[in-house]
């Protein structure tokens, strides 16, 4: 059973970066898809960003794309998502998470989570 762990959230100002990272436990890292989502108060959680085994493939909210990157380093167990351009909007508690198989933008489909990072971009 992997185990992931989410960094790099906090408060930015409009218009600035933020990198997340989540770092996995599991030696077979390259064995998962994995996914970016974010639940801001009083939402539901949504989907983010999403990748494959080797990073070839990558999947982005209409929201988020052309703004945030998702990659993957197998060599550190590591999953990257690089925020840019950030809005207010953004804010959320954002989490990493992984599937066996393909990557899905559904959260249901994921079946590790980690804990979660706050992102708080001020206007």
């Known amino acids: 059973q992997v185990q992931l762990v989410e960094s790099g959230g906090g408060l930015v100002q409009a218009g600035g970066s933020l990198r997340l990272s989540c770092a996995a436990s599991e030696r077979a890292f390259i064995n998962y898809a994995l996914g970016w989502f974010r639940q801001a108060p009083g939402k539901e959680r949504e989907f983010v960003a999403a990748?494959?085994?080797?990073?070839?493939?990558?999947y982005y909210a209409d929201s988020v794309k052309g703004r945030f990157t998702i990659s993957r380093d197998n060599a550190k167990n590591t999953m990257y998502l690089q925020m840019d351009t950030l809005d207010p909007e953004d804010s959320a508690v954002y989490y990493c998470?992984?599937?066996?198989?393909?990557?899905?933008?559904?959260?249901?489909?994921?079946?590790?989570w980690g804990q979660g990072t706050p992102v708080t971009v001020s206007s």
């Open positions: 998470a992984a599937r066996h198989s393909w990557p899905r933008t559904q959260w249901n489909a994921y079946h590790y």
């Open positions: 990748i494959n085994w080797n990073g070839g493939t990558t």
